[in-house]
């Protein structure tokens, strides 16, 4: 296919961050392709870094410097002013994302939140901003762990660290046993989202199949956690707000390292997705804004429920203080 496609072609160029995987891959087998010398090896590329490199032939141009093939022709550079361009869109969690409720709490509560690597990073931007660190993948238990250390118990008692499931298998099982190992008074959300979501929807030894998808043994995340020595493990879901709360502020309250799972499947999953959710004499009060939702806009009327992006979550039903939301069917 990619021989099909690059005869097709008078040049091929690869786009790719970091390494040239691709293009070595491709060129390996003998076809034609060119790339990092136009992106280089560093970097994350964005719309603008890419653009550069097609028109200009470098990345990154210095000010003023234009090499375009036009240009080097004696033509005048591609007008593109008329060209209609996009609103920019904060990268936001899904439309039921249960991770959601979880950064909403944390805020709700003002916790110092050690964060990983996944796509609930997210949580760190508003409306919810709730998340503090975020180094590298596994890094939230022993910066927890960390801080502990550092700024004393009380500190602890306001922090907790947040991993998703797959993250804590790969790299933060070693980091919890640490914090046992170190009489610590940690507290560890861990995200159960039954899915690697970040990366496509792979499956983890917590999702009960392999990555060929056939059956395979379901790993007890509460188990293996008392395996480690973890004084308190309990699973709850997040979607059920007050239950979350409770559950949370006590085991935040613990002298001894806890485990808080936050188990709610992805909204992604097939079989997710339920009836949407719509508005009746809404107050405008603002309140179901700070969940971020991107289902959700708000106009000089009230808040409306785009009911395509709609997974029928409730989160909104519940943060609502005066039942604005209904998803009769």
Do not use: W
């Amino acid at each position: 296919v990619v021989r099909q496609f690059a005869d097709s072609v008078d040049k091929h160029l690869i786009i790719e961050e970091l390494e040239p995987f691709i293009e070595d891959g491709v060129r390996a087998a003998g076809i034609p392709c060119f790339g990092k010398e136009l992106t280089g090896l560093q970097g994350e590329l964005s719309v603008e870094k890419v653009r550069g490199a097609i028109e200009c032939g470098n990345a990154f141009p210095k000010s003023g410097e234009c090499c375009s093939p036009r240009a080097s022709r004696g033509l005048a550079p591609t007008d593109n002013s008329s060209l209609p361009s996009a609103p920019p869109r904060s990268p936001a969690l899904c439309p039921g994302c249960p991770h959601r409720a979880v950064f909403y709490t944390f805020n709700r509560l003002k916790l110092n939140v050690c964060g990983d690597i996944g796509c609930y990073t997210l949580g760190m931007l508003p409306p919810l901003s709730a998340m503090d660190t975020c180094l590298c993948m596994g890094a939230s238990i022993g910066m927890a762990l960390g801080m502990e250390k550092a700024r004393g118990r009380e500190f602890s008692r306001r922090t907790v660290a947040v991993i998703g499931d797959s993250t804590f298998m790969h790299s933060g099982i070693t980091a919890l046993l640490d914090c046992v190992y170190n009489n610590a008074s940690v507290t560890v959300v861990i995200l159960d989202n039954r899915i690697t979501g970040m990366t496509g929807h792979q499956n983890n030894p917590a999702s009960g199949f392999d990555i060929h998808g056939n059956p395979a043994p379901t790993l007890d995340i509460e188990a293996l956690a008392g395996a480690l020595g973890v004084s308190s493990a309990r699973t709850v879901d997040p979607l059920d707000l007050k239950e979350f709360e409770r559950v949370l502020k006590e085991e935040i309250q613990r002298d001894a390292v806890s485990v808080v799972i936050a188990k709610r499947p992805c909204a992604l999953l097939p079989g997710q997705r339920q009836a949407p959710y719509h508005t009746r004499n809404c107050r405008n009060c603002g309140a179901c804004m700070r969940i971020g939702c991107p289902a959700l806009s708000r106009g000089a009327e009230g808040v409306a429920v785009d009911e395509q992006l709609c997974s029928g979550c409730g989160l909104c039903a519940s943060v609502c203080p005066f039942d604005c939301f209904k998803n009769e069917q």
